[in-house]
């Protein structure tokens, strides 16, 4: 996991999901993560699974719906504090899928990693509006810690944009997720390409040295 890690945002998008994801997979963005907070699990599973084609060369993670995920076969599943615990997760997915899980504080890192999570959301790193109940932001620090103590990969997320990413980044994130800087962008892969060359210029900087 590497990159940038696009998140669908119906309130948010200008030309529409469908249009967002196959833009961003267009840019080089290797992870989608399907996140729709409304509508009936019918049209949900419905528009997953049309975004399940889509994704063939990206690793596709449906968020808190477990049903969605085991209907459409996805590649895994993200989930907060208020999902089912993560070893529950684990034992409803098929061997191999992914899980990925929020963290806002050091302690629910450790028990995340300890549970046997695949990768970290951390976050909001900054303040944020697109998601209301995101919370403080838990700043960089938060993310150079866990990155010290553990080596799963890192994606950061809330308030993350073109100037203060390349900070992020260098904390140890190996994923970032922009969502109101990619999704409310007149032009979806361009955005994402700009964060896939900060990406890009870190691993040069990084051999350089």
Not at 47 to 68: K, T, Y
Not at 110 to 133: N, S
Request: some cysteine.
């Amino acid at each position: 996991m590497k990159g940038y890690y696009f998140i669908t945002e119906h309130r948010l998008s200008l030309a529409g999901v469908m249009s967002d994801t196959a833009n961003a997979l267009k840019a080089g963005a290797t992870v989608v993560q399907y996140r729709r907070k409304s509508g009936s699990s019918a049209a949900l599973y419905a528009e997953a699974l049309e975004l399940r084609a889509l994704c063939r060369s990206a690793l596709f993670l449906v968020n808190d719906r477990i049903d969605i995920a085991l209907a459409v076969d996805a590649d895994g599943v993200h989930i907060g504090g208020d999902d089912l615990p993560l070893p529950v997760v684990r034992r409803l997915l098929k061997p191999g899928k992914v899980i990925g899980a929020t963290v806002r504080n050091w302690d629910e890192a450790v028990r995340a990693v300890d549970e046997g999570a695949d990768y970290l959301g951390v976050g909001p790193i900054f303040a944020t509006a697109t998601k209301e109940d995101a919370g403080r932001p838990v700043g960089i620090e938060l993310l150079q810690e866990i990155r010290k103590e553990f080596k799963l990969p890192l994606v950061a997320i809330g308030g993350v944009n073109l100037a203060n990413a390349r900070e992020v980044i260098t904390a140890g994130a190996e994923m970032i997720c922009a969502i109101s800087a990619v999704v409310g962008a007149p032009d979806v892969e361009h955005a994402v390409r700009a964060f896939q060359n900060l990406f890009a210029e870190n691993e040069y900087a990084r051999k350089e040295k």
